[in-house]
C-alpha cells in the first residue's frame, strides 16, 4: 500500500482517522501500531514478523542497558546485541547477493546467489530502532517501558517505508503524551496534500520522460537527449522522495508528531556541502551523529578528517544500494566534499551565485546517473553519451520529441524546486489557497483512477 493511491486515500487512511481519535486517547499507540502492521503486511506480509522481531530485541536490549546501567558490562552487550542484530538483518537482506557475487567474481567460486526479496523499509526501521539503543546507552533519552509505545515507534506507517528517519529522541515525549488541534490537522493535512501532488502529478509525469529515455538504445541516444535524461530523473527523485516525506510529515502532525524536515530546496545550493544539509537532511544527521562525530568529526588531524569524509560517504552510497554504483556515488561525493574543505569552498563563496549553483546543478545531475542505473557499466555508457565520447549525434529527433512534449512539465518542476511558490502562497489570500490545495487533491485523485502502481523511487532502497 501506497500513500498515492486510492485504496488509502479513500479507505485505509479515513477508517484510522475515525478509530484512532474516537477511542480513548491511552488507546491511540495500540491503534497506531496495529493499524501500522496492517499497513506494512498489506505488501510485506512475510515480512511483518522481522519488524516485530526488531520492535522486540530493541525493546528487550533497551531495557537491559537501563536495568544494569550501573554495570560496566551488561550495558554494553546490551547495545552490542542491538547494533549487531540490526546491523546483521540489514546485511543478510540487503547484502548478501552482493558479497556472494562479488565473491564468485573475485575466487572464481561458484556459490548461489540467495535472492531474497530486500524487506520494505528495513534501512529505515532498522537506523531507527538504533538510534534509541545508542541514545539510551549515552543517557540522552529515558528507557520506553511500555512496549506497544515502543513498537508504535518502529512500525509508525507515515514514515515507515522512506523517512524521514526519526530518531527515537525526536518524537520520545510524544510517544508517551501528545495533543492534535483543529490547526495541527489541518496543517498536516495540507502538508499531506503538497506531498501527493508532488508525487502525482510532478514526479510520475516526469518519470515519464526518464522511461523514455532510459529504455532508448544506448546507441541512439544524442547527447542532448542524455542531459534532459539525468535532468529529467534528478528532478523525478527530488519531488518522488519530498513529496513521500511531506506527506509522512503531515499525517504525524495530523497525529500529533512533530517528524524533523527532510528536505529544503537542495537544488538551489551552492556547494555539495550545501546540498547535502538540504537533501535527505535526517539520513546526513544520523551519519554525522552516530559515524562522523564518534570518528572524531573534523577536530582531528586533516588526513584523518578526509579519511572520516571517506568512510561515512562510502556508507551512504553504501546504505542506498547494494552495488558498486552506490559505493562510488558516495565516494563521488566524498571527493568533491574533500575539494570543497581543501580550498574549493572559499572560491564558491566569493563567486556570483549563479556560478556557484551551476556547478552544484552540473555535479550533482552528473551522480544521478550513477544513482539511477542498475549497474556501473550502464552508467558509464549513459555518461560517455553525455560528454560526447562516441559516435553519438548531438541531437536527434527523439530528443526533439521529447523537449516539445515535456518542455512545459519541467519548467514547472524547476519552478516547484525552489522556494518561488511557497514564497508567494504566503501572499496569497487563504481562500485563493484553500482552493489551490483543494484543486490540487482533486487533480491528484482525477490521475490516480486511471494509473497503474507508482511506489515511490525510494522503496528500492
Not at 530485541?57 to 546501567?69: A, E, K, P
Not at 503524551?177 to 493535512?189: K, M, P, S, Y
Not at 560517504?313 to 542506498?320: I, N, R, V
Amino acid at each position: 500500500m501506497v500513500f498515492s493511491s486510492l485504496l488509502f486515500l479513500f479507505i485505509f487512511l479515513p477508517v484510522f482517522l475515525t478509530v484512532y481519535f474516537i477511542l480513548p486517547k491511552n488507546l491511540r499507540n495500540l491503534i497506531l501500531f496495529l493499524a501500522s502492521l496492517m499497513f506494512y503486511a498489506w505488501g510485506e506480509p512475510v515480512y511483518v514478523s522481522i519488524m516485530i522481531f526488531s520492535t522486540v530485541l530493541d525493546y528487550t536490549c533497551g531495557c537491559i542497558i537501563d536495568r544494569f546501567r550501573k554495570h560496566k558490562l551488561i550495558p554494553k552487550l546490551g547495545l552490542g546485541l542491538s547494533l549487531i542484530g540490526n546491523l546483521g538483518m540489514l546485511g543478510f537482506f540487503k547484502y548478501a547477493d552482493f558479497f556472494i557475487s562479488n565473491t564468485n567474481a573475485l575466487f572464481g567460486t561458484h556459490w548461489d546467489l540467495l535472492r531474497i526479496a530486500l524487506p520494505i523499509g528495513i534501512s529505515f526501521y532498522t537506523f531507527q530502532t538504533m538510534s534509541y539503543t545508542i541514545d539510551l546507552y549515552r543517557g540522552k533519552i529515558q528507557v520506553q517501558k511500555n512496549i506497544i509505545a515502543f513498537g508504535a515507534y518502529v512500525a509508525m506507517f507515515p514514515q515507515l517505508i522512506a523517512g524521514p528517519i526519526v530518531t527515537y529522541a525526536t518524537v520520545e515525549k510524544e510517544l508517551n503524551h501528545r495533543e492534535v488541534t483543529f490547526e495541527d490537522f489541518g496543517l498536516g493535512a495540507m502538508r499531506f496534500i503538497e506531498g501527493l501532488g508532488k508525487k502525482v502529478l510532478i514526479a510520475n509525469n516526469i518519470g515519464l520522460l526518464w522511461d523514455q529515455i532510459l529504455n532508448t538504445p544506448i546507441n541512439n541516444l544524442s547527447i542532448i537527449g542524455a542531459w534532459l535524461g539525468a535532468i529529467s530523473f534528478g528532478l523525478q527523485l527530488y519531488f518522488d522522495f519530498s513529496g513521500y516525506s511531506d506527506m509522512a510529515i503531515g499525517l504525524g502532525r495530523m497525529l500529533g508528531f512533530r517528524f524533523p524536515e527532510n528536505f529544503n530546496y537542495p537544488y538551489i545550493a551552492k556547494s555539495v556541502s550545501d546540498f547535502w544539509r538540504r537533501w535527505h537532511m535526517t539520513l546526513t544527521g544520523w551519519f554525522r551523529e552516530y559515524v562522523y562525530i564518534p570518528l572524531g568529526g573534523n577536530r582531528v588531524s586533516k588526513p584523518r578528517f578526509y579519511l572520516n569524509i571517506l568512510i561515512v560517504w562510502f556508507l551512504t552510497g553504501f546504505w542506498h544500494g547494494a552495488g558498486w554504483n552506490f559505493i562510488l556515488w558516495g565516494l563521488f561525493f566524498a571527493v568533491l566534499m574533500i575539494i570543497e574543505r581543501s580550498f574549493l569552498l572559499k572560491y564558491l563563496e566569493r563567486l556570483p551565485s549563479f556560478i556557484s549553483r551551476f556547478y552544484l546543478l552540473f555535479v550533482v545531475t552528473i551522480s544521478w546517473v550513477l544513482f539511477a542505473h542498475d549497474s556501473l557499466e550502464q552508467a558509464i555508457s549513459y555518461l560517455k553519451v553525455m560528454f560526447g565520447i562516441g559516435t553519438n549525434s548531438f541531437i536527434n529527433t527523439p530528443s526533439l520529441y521529447a523537449i516539445t512534449n515535456f518542455y512545459v512539465l519541467i519548467i514547472i518542476g524547476i519552478v516547484f524546486a525552489t522556494p518561488l511558490m511557497n514564497n508567494l502562497k504566503a501572499r496569497l489570500n487563504e481562500w485563493v489557497v484553500f482552493a489551490f490545495y483543494v484543486v490540487t487533491l482533486f487533480l491528484s485523485t482525477a490521475y490516480l483512477v486511471d494509473a497503474t502502481f507508482n511506489p515511490f523511487l525510494y522503496f528500492r532502497f
